[in-house]
C-alpha cells in the first residue's frame, strides 16, 4: 500500500504567539526544530500501520484537564475537528510543551495512541454509526494515566508488525512515568506562567450530530486500511 506520505503540521499559532511576545523566540525555534523529530516518528508510525497520519496542529499552549473532584491531568494530545469547505477532518492536536519536553520514545506513545482514537472514528464513520456527540479523546496523565481504550481499537491489530509499539502502547503509564512527562511540562512551562489553559471534562466534547458526521473525511487509503480491522474489532 502506497501513499504520499508527507505530513500536514500545522505550526502557524506557535509563530504567532512568538511575533505576539506570548512566548519566546527561542521556544518557538527549539518547537520548529523537533518538528523535524515528530515528522520521523509520524512515518515509522503511518509506515508499521499502514494508515497516513492524520494532520497535527500544534498549540501554543499547554492544556490542564480538570474534573469535578478537582483532579488535574494535563493533556498532551487529542483528537479534535476542523471544517474545510463541505469537509469535518478529525486532526491530532497537541501542545508546543510536549515537543519542547518530550522525549522521542514518549512522542512515539503519545501519537501512536492517538493513531487508534483516529481508527476508531474511521470504524464509525464506515458503520454509519453517527454519533450525538463525539469526545475529544486524549493523551494525559494525572497520578495515573487515563487510557480511554473504550475509544479506540486494540493496539495488536493495528501495530501486529512491531511488538514494541504494542508494548508501549499498553504500557503508557509507565513511558509517561519513566520520562516525567507531566512534572517536566509543569516545572517548566505551567509554573513559569507560560500559556496555560484549563478546561472541563465537558469542553473536551463536540456536538457533532449525524449530518456532521455524515461529512467527516477521511482518505481512501485510510478507508481501504480501515476495513481490514472491522473483521476484528468489536464496540
Do not use: C
Given at each position: ?147 480511554d481504550e473504550v475509544y479506540q481499537i486494540r ?53 457533532l450530530g449525524a449530518a456532521n458526521m455524515a ?21
Open positions: 500500500m502506497k501513499w504520499d506520505r508527507e505530513f500536514t503540521i500545522g505550526f502557524d499559532g506557535v509563530l504567532n504567539a512568538s511575533i505576539n511576545g506570548l512566548i519566546s523566540k527561542k521556544m518557538a525555534s527549539t518547537g520548529f526544530e523537533r518538528v523535524y523529530d515528530l515528522v520521523k516518528i509520524l512515518d515509522e508510525i503511518s509506515g508499521i500501520s499502514g494508515i497516513p497520519y492524520p494532520p497535527v496542529i500544534i498549540l501554543p499552549e499547554a492544556r490542564v484537564l480538570e474534573d469535578r473532584e478537582g483532579v488535574s491531568a494535563i493533556i498532551f494530545a487529542n483528537i479534535n475537528y476542523r471544517v474545510y469547505g463541505d469537509r469535518v477532518n478529525p486532526v491530532v492536536e497537541t501542545y508546543l510543551p510536549l515537543l519542547l519536553y518530550g522525549k522521542n520514545p514518549v512522542l512515539k506513545a503519545i501519537f501512536a495512541h492517538e493513531l487508534l482514537h483516529y481508527i476508531y472514528l474511521a470504524i464509525k464513520y464506515l458503520r454509519e454509526e453517527n454519533l450525538v456527540s463525539i469526545d475529544i479523546y486524549t493523551s494525559s496523565l494525572a497520578g495515573i494515566v487515563f487510557i493496539p495488536e491489530l493495528v501495530f501486529s508488525k512491531s511488538p514494541s509499539y504494542v508494548r508501549i502502547l499498553t504500557n503508557l503509564d509507565k513511558i509517561y512515568s519513566k520520562y516525567r512527562l507531566a512534572s517536566q511540562i509543569k516545572r517548566n512551562w505551567i509554573d513559569r506562567g507560560k500559556p496555560t489553559k484549563k478546561v472541563s471534562s465537558k469542553d473536551m466534547r463536540r456536538p461529512r467527516m473525511y477521511f482518505p481512501d487509503v485510510v478507508l481501504e486500511r480501515v476495513r481490514e480491522f472491522m473483521d476484528q474489532y468489536v464496540g
